[in-house]
């Protein structure tokens, strides 16, 4: 009887071994499927939309001429320079047009989940490694921010390198490894200010772990220094824009969490089917197996990671709370380890059933696809003047009169607003002279406009977003025609946003 046990025993340990390699096989297959198709995706996610707000001001700053001049953009500007450093090296080779604006967002989308899956990251099995490649490939606002012209997706390259870079350091910590860890965090700053917290809390974690190994490898530590001195030289710039009455974002409420939450796997469909995959995973190891197979992984390190963004998330949500300072993108830094945290669930659950992976997988790819589907379809990059700017382009004006009625604009200088309002119409070969107007949430725009416009040839253009507080449309609508019947007018409208084109040749009248 012992011996028809034993051999029993072989038999379901090799049909597990068969089952599991199956499974780790099938999730391989999986991830490489997903990494393949969402680099496509990648390339083709905004094609055919016009340039919205924060992308028209990225066109704007690539297109300085002089050195000097981009530097005086980039410092006007709140945001970190390292991006629109690197768009306007490539906007002289690959021009400013809508596709090739967004093309570099494209391939550091499409790197990011390429780093992972040809990394070596001692802990994680084969299939968990290229799992989580698979989830930052699927992660919906990486794949969203990939066709769009701003940084987001060089911080998502980024952040993901940074964090290997980490986990590296800790294993073996050593100068060169420290100066790789150190470079990739300053230029993660560089990219957007909030990598700092990821970068000071893994700074923390590396310098309480490895103690007199950590200080030793000072000297990686200049890099830094550079870093410094700009962020010195830029804060009061930034400081202007932190103002209350000047910070657009509203203070986050509890009742936002729930959204927040659902912002790290990139919807809240794919939070709750992880869960459940979870679950299911957990009851069906312990139904088809008497004991989870043994852990071979050393996961501890790759856990200081996963702990070290959380704290970083925490940190940046709970800044909203006490200033209006948070927006979901800003959680970008933080996502690759948060990610692989998911992974490090699914790695200990796939002890129990090894098919956890693929579940995943496929789940990412469920809730994936729709999306992609609608916003294919649809676009959503409603807020923007590029169509109105083409439409008064016809009218051949000779001064553009242009209000962004925002809270942010009275400390913003005309030589910054002017490019911005008069983009469309530069990159046209049809360049005006554009007045830009300021104004505060209690004044009218609609008289101040059109005083502004009063000389023969003159255009308005008036965007503006009433869900934003400080927004003088909520309480001025326009109202320019009813005030002067030589102005034909057109809202662009869509939901709160709001552009409204104005020429007195009746141009925007005709696309009514």
């Not at 008497?290 to 949500?317: F, H, M, N, Y």
């Not at 790695?347 to 294919?376: C, E, H, K, N, S």
């Not at 003047?385 to 009169?401: F, G, H, M, N, Q």
């Not at 019947?485 to 709160?496: D, E, M, T």
């Amino acid at each position: 009887m012992t011996a028809v046990g034993h051999t029993l025993g072989r038999v379901r340990t090799k049909s597990r071994r068969r089952g599991g390699d199956l499974a780790g096989r099938a999730a391989i297959a999986l991830a490489c499927a997903a990494i393949a198709a969402t680099t496509v995706l990648r390339f083709y996610i905004g094609k055919g939309q016009p340039l919205w707000l924060d992308e028209t001001w990225t066109g704007a700053i690539a297109a300085t001429e002089g050195w000097g001049a981009f530097w005086r953009q980039v410092y006007l500007d709140v945001n970190a320079p390292l991006y629109y450093l690197v768009i306007h090296l490539w906007q002289a080779v690959g021009g400013l047009s809508n596709d090739s604006l967004r093309l570099p967002s494209a391939i550091f989308g499409a790197l990011a989940p390429l780093l992972i899956a040809f990394a070596r990251v001692e802990g994680l099995s084969r299939p968990a490694r290229l799992t989580w490649a698979a989830l930052v490939a699927m992660w919906i606002p990486g794949v969203w921010f990939s066709g769009d012209a701003r940084c987001y997706a060089l911080l998502l390259l980024l952040t993901t390198a940074q964090t290997l870079a980490f986990v590296r350091l800790l294993r073996a910590p050593d100068t060169g490894r420290a100066l790789i860890w150190c470079a990739l965090a300053a230029l993660s700053i560089l990219t957007h200010y909030h990598a700092a917290i990821l970068g000071a809390f893994q700074g923390l974690a590396y310098l309480a772990l490895a103690r007199g190994k950590a200080v030793r490898t000072w000297p990686a530590a200049l890099v830094f220094v550079p870093v410094a001195a700009w962020l010195a030289w830029h804060a009061p710039r930034i400081a202007l824009f932190a103002q209350p009455d000047v910070a657009w974002y509203q203070l986050l409420r509890f009742d936002r969490l729930g959204r927040v939450a659902s912002y790290v796997p990139g919807s809240q469909d794919l939070g709750l089917a992880l869960i459940a995959i979870g679950v299911a995973a957990l009851v069906l190891g312990l139904i088809l197996t008497r004991k989870p197979e043994p852990s071979r992984e050393r996961t501890g390190v790759l856990w200081i990671a996963v702990l070290t963004a959380a704290l970083g998330a925490v940190l940046v949500v709970a800044m909203g709370f006490w200033r209006p300072s948070f927006t979901d993108r800003y959680l970008i830094p933080f996502v690759p380890a948060l990610l692989l945290g998911i992974v490090l669930v699914a790695q200990g659950l796939a002890r129990r059933f090894a098919w956890t992976y693929a579940a995943v997988i496929v789940a990412a790819m469920a809730v994936l696809w729709p999306w992609a589907q609608r916003d294919l379809d649809r676009g959503w990059r409603f807020y923007n003047w590029e169509v109105a700017s083409a439409d008064l382009i016809k009218a051949r004006p000779t001064t553009l009169v242009w209000l962004w009625d925002h809270p942010a604009t009275p400390v913003m200088e005309t030589s910054q607003l002017g490019p911005v309002g008069g983009f469309f119409f530069a990159r046209a070969g049809h360049p005006v002279q554009v007045t830009s107007i300021q104004v505060r949430a209690s004044q009218d725009p609609n008289p101040i406009l059109l005083r502004a416009a009063a000389a023969p040839g003159s255009a308005i253009l008036w965007t503006y977003d009433i869900g934003v507080r400080g927004t003088a449309a909520i309480r001025h609508r326009p109202n320019i025609e009813a005030l002067d019947p030589s102005f034909k007018c057109r809202n662009y409208a869509r939901g709160s946003v709001g552009v409204v084109a104005c020429d007195r040749a009746g141009s925007v009248e005709t696309r009514r």
